[in-house]
């Protein structure tokens, strides 16, 4: 297995987690707060795939999916605190979007060599993420860091234990 191998990898078993525990959410129950002072999974679900198309910019200028106008705007962080459902997508349309912000990421992954992946990454991530190869890490972690968040919520719905 190689770099490219295990970051797809890891993207793909994220994907996976959190396609689980959205199965059963209604788009309703994506604008329940899993607690106290936590985004709704609406506006997080938002927020994962504008994050991971500004990284994928970050590190690979043009590879990015092309989200709908204002997409990003709606899901930024003056707009965390937003409870009204007509302002944001159904889960529907963020699955959807989440494929095809994956599809970009692993296309421009699948170009890079090992020594891309060892390049330098953007200066404003470098102190946490200093190279090409942990930007694409991160990109590929970052729905798990959210996905315990919607633990608690589904045991506050009833819904069953899925993984």
């Avoid at 590190?59 to 944001?88: V, Y």
């Avoid at 997508?89 to 989440?98: H, N, P, V």
Wanted: aromatic fraction near 6%.
């Amino acid at each position: 297995m190689n770099a490219q191998d295990a970051i797809r990898g890891t993207l793909e078993t994220g994907s996976m987690v959190l396609n689980s525990y959205l199965g059963d959410l209604s788009d309703a129950e994506l604008m329940r707060r899993p607690g106290k002072g936590c985004n709704h999974i609406a506006w997080q679900l938002g927020h994962l795939i504008s994050a991971e198309c500004d990284l994928l910019e970050s590190i690979c200028p043009g590879a990015a999916a092309k989200l709908p106008e204002g997409f990003a705007e709606k899901h930024s962080k003056g707009t965390c605190g937003e409870d009204d459902a007509s302002k944001f997508c159904t889960k529907a349309e963020y699955l959807e979007l989440f494929e095809k912000v994956h599809a970009a990421t692993l296309v421009a992954l699948q170009k890079m060599s090992e020594a891309d992946l060892d390049a330098e990454g953007p200066e404003k991530f470098r102190e946490m993420f200093p190279t090409v190869g942990s930007i694409f890490i991160l990109i590929a972690s970052h729905g798990m860091m959210h996905a315990g968040q919607l633990v608690p919520l589904r045991r506050e719905l009833g819904k069953p234990v899925v993984i």
